[in-house]
C-alpha cells in the first residue's frame, strides 16, 4: 500500500509535510481532510486519528500524527540527503532547537494573525477588536525579530549553509500571516533574502502550488458561503479566541 498523507494545505505543518514528501520524490497518496467543512470532526477522520488533527501519516497499519514527528520519520525511513536533518549531533541539535521553539514563538503568533486577520471576521461578521489585533501584531513582531537575531543570525539557512527541516518548517509559518495580506518581509531585508533562498531550494513551482490555497485566503467568505459554516464548528472557533 501506498503511504498515505491526510492533509488541508491552509495548514502549515501540512504544508511543511507535503511539501517535503514532494521535494524528496518520497511518493504518497493525498488524502484530503476539508477542515473548513469540519472533516477532522466526522466519523470517517476519527477512525485514522483520535486527535483530530492533520497532519496524519499512515504508513501500511503504521499511524503517525503530529508533523515534526511525520517530518523525522520521513526523513529516516526514505534516507533524505543528510542536509534536511544531519547526522552530526551539532547540526541536529541546532534543527531540534528550533522545531521546539517555533511551536510557542513563531507558529502561535503567524497563526492568531491570520486567524485575526483572515478567519474571525468571516465567521463572527465583525472585525476584531483594535487592542487584540494590535497585541497579536506586536507578538509576531518580537517572534520574527528573534527569528531573526537567534535562530537565522548572519547564515544562509538556520544550519548553516544547506537548508535543514528547520528553515521548511520556518517558512510555512511565515507565509501564514502574508495569505492575509501582510507582507512581513517589508523592512527586513535578511528575512526577505532568506526566503528568497528557501524557495530556490525547495523549487518555485512546488512552493507556489503548497501555498495556492492559503494565499487565496481572502475567497474564505465565498466558501463557508457555498457550504456553510457547521455550528459546532463555528461554535469552536469563536470559544478558542474569546
Not at 552530526?88 to 522545531?99: I, Q
Request: with cysteine.
Amino acid at each position: 500500500m501506498p503511504l498515505e498523507l491526510y492533509l488541508d494545505l491552509h495548514s502549515q505543518p501540512c504544508r511543511a509535510v507535503f511539501i517535503f514528501a514532494k521535494i524528496t520524490k518520497i511518493p504518497f497518496e493525498y488524502k484530503s481532510v476539508d477542515l473548513s467543512a469540519g472533516e477532522q470532526f466526522g466519523e470517517e477522520f476519527g477512525k485514522v486519528s483520535i486527535l483530530r488533527k492533520v497532519p496524519v501519516l499512515k504508513d501500511g497499519d503504521f499511524i503517525l500524527t503530529e508533523s515534526i514527528a511525520i517530518l523525522q520519520y520521513l526523513a529516516a525511513k526514505h534516507r533524505t540527503p543528510d542536509h534536511w536533518y544531519p547526522a552530526d549531533l551539532v547540526k541536529r541539535a541546532r534543527v531540534d532547537e528550533y522545531l521546539s521553539w517555533q511551536h510557542a514563538g513563531l507558529r502561535a503568533h503567524g497563526s492568531r494573525v491570520f486567524w485575526f486577520r483572515g478567519v474571525l471576521p468571516v465567521v463572527t461578521g465583525t472585525p476584531v477588536p483594535k487592542e487584540k489585533m494590535d497585541s497579536a501584531l506586536e507578538d509576531l513582531n518580537m517572534s520574527l525579530k528573534t527569528f531573526e537575531e537567534k535562530f537565522l543570525q548572519d547564515n544562509p539557512f538556520i544550519i548553516g549553509e544547506k537548508i535543514s527541516l528547520a528553515d521548511l518548517v520556518a517558512i510555512v509559518e511565515i507565509m501564514q500571516p502574508v495569505g492575509t495580506g501582510l507582507d512581513v518581509f517589508e523592512g527586513r531585508p535578511a528575512l526577505s533574502a532568506w526566503r528568497d533562498k528557501v524557495k530556490k531550494e525547495i523549487g518555485e513551482e512546488v512552493f507556489d502550488e503548497a501555498h495556492k490555497v492559503v494565499m487565496n485566503v481572502d475567497v474564505l467568505p465565498q466558501t463557508f458561503e457555498k457550504k456553510g459554516i457547521p455550528e459546532f464548528l463555528k461554535l469552536r472557533i469563536m470559544k478558542m479566541f474569546n
